[in-house]
């Protein structure tokens, strides 16, 4: 683990907690993190967490263990850690996500956009259905938790926003039309919304991973293998690692190293701009 995400004490019994004069130190903050009970966005709330900053969880899974990530992460981190479990293809429900985080925290500084599914088909015979499902969980869910939080941090005269895209938000692969278009579209929103709030203290940046090893991308494995008629070990290196010149997946640490940089203060000019951590990927 890097070292700015790791514990300063020892004490297995102390809570994670920034140091004075850190510049990420997100103590008094609140954020809401989108698809963040596995995966990357697990990592972000943590991160976030780490910093002091309390956190809405939001996402799918086993509800004991839900509260398990929950209770651990608001007692590891000395920090209000909530859940609540909107539907991300519902507008409604992102609608009242945010309204949730603001009527529990009286507040909303940070705004993490992370939900996301995929499914991997040519597009003959791409279901229609899955299309329209990606669409809302990964591009529209975006936009309906943007529209609700950008008064709120108006009002504050602080806020920031960050958009996960994907490398697939620069660059295409086949058999992902909906993922791609999807995630193209986040960039197109991301560099919006950013100029719309820019005078208002508020930025909005989108970060596009390559790779990384999380439970979406170990079903793509599968889904890919099936598609083009090759063993998963092929798939890792001659279809997901090959367009990754280190040959290396992402790690989500790395993922939020530039995320607590795009948060704090220090970022405050970081706006409107997509944000590439794929190992030189889209630099091809």
Known sequence: ??????????????????????????????????????GIGQGLARALAMRGCDVV?????????????????EASCGVRVRYHGADMSKGEEVTDLIAYAKGEFGRLDILCNNAGIQHVEAIEKFPTAKWDQIIAINLSSAFYATRAAVPIMKAQGRGRIVNLASAHGLVASPFKSAYVAAKHGVIGLTKTVGLEVAEHGITCNAICPGYVMTPIVKNQIADQARTRGITPDQVIKDVML???????????????????????????????????????????
């Open 1 to 38: 683990m890097l070292q700015w995400l790791r514990k300063p004490s020892d004490d297995p019994d102390a809570t994670e907690q920034p140091s004075a004069n850190d510049p990420y130190d997100l103590r008094g903050q609140a954020a809401v993190v989108t698809g963040s009970t596995s």
């Open 57 to 73: 969880l939001n996402g799918l899974g086993d509800p004991a263990e839900i509260e398990r990530t929950r209770s651990d992460l």
């Open 242 to 284: 090959k367009a990754q010149p280190t040959k290396k997946f992402v790690t989500v640490e790395e993922i939020a190293g530039l995320f607590l940089y795009l948060v704090s203060d220090l970022g405050a000019s970081c706006n409107g701009t997509a944000y590439s951590v794929d190992g030189g990927w889209t630099a091809q």
